[in-house]
């Protein structure tokens, strides 16, 4: 009968150590995965709600407005990223210059853009981390239960199953925890690469219909700067 206990009570410090390292990779993978989804969803929710109200101002024309409401949602992408193209828009229309308002618009929300994908994918390299390597670390783990084995067969002068047993057993369970970290991990890297990529899809798509809207609204401006 398979006695788990029994099993970690033959396993040695660096097979302890092995399995505590996994222990690890997995509440790190837990942790990073309730963490994102939690801020998706809230991301979405907020987007959601603040996509009904910017397009107002918008249609409203103002834009100082919308600067003012994105500051107050805090959790969502999509307020940051229309928040920071209504205020660079303002301030280059107040400061002028040979560059026109709208293309130093088009450059901060690129920047905004690049940093809020580092926001969005924040935590997952941990995930894609244990992914790999935890397969590796529990096949450390398993090299410790063979080395145990043949010492359970020096230990008792034969190569019976009882001297081998538990090494064998030992060699196992580490092999099966680390693919029961690595997987789900995984899985998970890839469920959070899908939702991330299609709020980044939102939010280039929304920064295009920004630009958009500045230039059906603004021509005269931008002819001004290119004439």
């Known amino acids: 009968m398979f006695d788990f206990g029994k099993i970690l009570g033959h396993m040695g410090i660096p097979a302890l150590t092995v399995a505590s390292v996994l222990l690890l990779m997995a509440l790190a993978s837990l942790a990073v995965f309730f963490e994102r989804l939690f ?3 809230r991301s979405r929710a907020a987007s959601k709600r603040f996509a009904h109200e ?3 101002l918008l249609d409203a024309d103002q834009a100082d407005a919308l600067a003012k409401k994105a500051e107050e949602e805090q959790h969502s992408h999509l307020a940051k990223l229309l ?5 660079a828009y303002l301030a280059a229309t107040k400061k002028g210059g040979a560059v026109p308002p709208i293309e130093l618009t088009k450059r901060e929300l690129e920047r905004k853009t690049e940093l809020l994908a580092a926001d969005v994918r924040r935590g997952m390299g941990v ?3 244990v ?3 935890a397969p590796f670390v529990g096949l450390l783990g398993t090299v410790f239960g063979i080395i145990t084995a043949f010492q359970g067969i020096a230990k008792e002068g034969s190569g019976g199953l009882g001297a ?10 580490e092999t099966a925890f680390g693919l029961m970290v690595a997987i789900p991990a995984v899985l998970a890297y890839n469920w959070l690469s899908t939702q991330a990529d299609a709020i980044l899809l939102t ?8 630009i958009d ?3 059906a609204r603004h021509p005269d401006r931008e002819a001004a700067h290119g004439g």
């Open 131 to 133: 992914g790999s390597v």
């Open 39 to 41: 801020a998706y969803w």
């Open 164 to 173: 081998v047993s538990l090494g064998i057993a030992e060699a196992l369970v």
């Open 127 to 129: 995930l894609a981390s």
């Open 83 to 87: 928040g920071t193209g209504a205020k």
């Open 54 to 56: 910017a397009r107002a």
């Open 213 to 215: 809207f500045l230039e």
């Open 203 to 210: 939010l280039d798509d929304a920064r295009g219909e920004f």
